[in-house]
């Protein structure tokens, strides 16, 4: 397995690419921020969201339907707030047969506005990442005065998560190898999977703790002080800041609008 196939960049030409890494960043900040502080049943404020991540999406040279289609990995995670149009009071919309259950107005509009507010938030992320290089998110990261060890520890999980990845797939090649599937022979059983499993993460932990070791030891001798550096810095020009100050005016109207309407 190769880093590039764990990067999500696109390399384009356009307007959204040649941005200040640091402006993506804060943009990306607001627009979330954005998002998850509007209200309830803020319909026309979260539908002027979408369509603008949609046009963001389409300057970039992405494709409208780009972040779309990538944010409804994010849904599933929404499933742990099923629970709220059935435990919200409010207007009964519908009572569940046999079960009891009644399904409230008031919660059925919360739910909704929280599955919006994630999946604009997500489209937010996955526009950063795909038009924003790793090593100029780190830089970036590292401009806005994020603490040194947080950049450190992404950077580090970016570069090597390929590397366990790769070493996982190894593993599970070497356990089917020795345990193949053989007519008249039964299946092992929950447990015993359960126990070779167990192994086979420690053993990847340990693996992972002692290459972790090699590389720090060997980035120490090469003068490695905590800090990665790079060799061309991005410099802030006018395009910068007006796209950066009419997004934040543009997001700015649309949370006073949906606070106020």
Same mark, same amino acid.
């Not at 009071?89 to 009891?100: E, R």
């Not at 038009?131 to 040194?148: A, F, H, I, Q, Y």
């Given at each position: 397995m190769?880093?590039?196939?764990?990067?999500?960049?696109?390399?384009?030409?356009?307007?959204?690419?040649?941005?200040?890494?640091?402006?993506?960043?804060?943009?990306?900040?607001?627009?979330?921020?954005t998002a998850v502080s509007l209200p309830e049943a803020a319909w026309l404020s979260l539908g002027m969201l979408l369509l603008l991540?949609?046009?963001?999406?389409?300057?970039?040279?992405?494709?409208?339907?780009?972040?779309?289609?990538?944010?409804?990995?994010?849904?599933?995670?929404?499933?742990?707030?099923l629970a709220i149009p059935f435990l919200t009071?409010?207007?009964?919309?519908?009572?569940?047969?046999?079960?009891?259950w009644t399904l409230t107005t008031t919660g059925l509009i919360r739910f909704l506005?929280?599955?919006?507010?994630?999946?604009?938030?997500v489209q937010a992320g996955i526009l950063l990442s795909?038009?924003?290089?790793?090593?100029?998110?780190?830089?970036? +990261?590292?401009?806005?005065?994020?603490?040194? $060890?947080? =950049?450190? !520890? &992404?950077?580090?999980? *970016?570069?090597?998560l390929f590397v366990l990845a790769d070493e996982v797939m190894r593993m599970l090649r070497a356990r089917a190898s020795r345990s193949p599937k053989l007519a008249g022979v039964k299946h092992p059983g929950i447990l015993w999977q359960g126990r070779v499993a167990g192994m086979m993460v420690g053993s990847l932990f340990l693996r992972s703790l002692e290459r972790s070791e090699r590389v720090h030891a060997a980035m120490l001798s090469r003068g490695y002080d905590g800090e990665m550096r790079v060799l061309e810095q991005p410099t802030? +020009?006018?395009?910068?800041?007006?796209?950066? $100050?009419? =997004?934040? !005016? &543009?997001?700015?109207? *649309?949370?006073?609008?949906?606070?106020?309407s």
């Open positions: 190769h880093a590039s196939l764990l990067d999500v960049y696109q390399p384009r030409v356009g307007l959204i690419h040649r941005l200040d890494p640091r402006v993506k960043i804060l943009v990306t900040l607001f627009f979330i921020l991540m949609i046009l963001l999406s389409w300057a970039a040279h992405l494709g409208i339907f780009y972040t779309l289609r990538r944010a409804f990995v994010a849904l599933p995670f929404v499933l742990a707030a009071p409010g207007p009964a919309l519908w009572v569940i047969p046999g079960v009891g506005t929280i599955v919006g507010r994630t999946w604009i938030a795909a038009t924003t290089s790793v090593p100029d998110l780190l830089w970036g +990261l590292k401009e806005l005065r994020v603490p040194r $060890l947080i =950049v450190a !520890i &992404v950077g580090f999980m *970016v570069r090597y802030m +020009l006018a395009l910068d800041w007006i796209v950066l $100050l009419t =997004v934040l !005016i &543009v997001l700015s109207l *649309v949370l006073w609008l949906g606070v106020w």
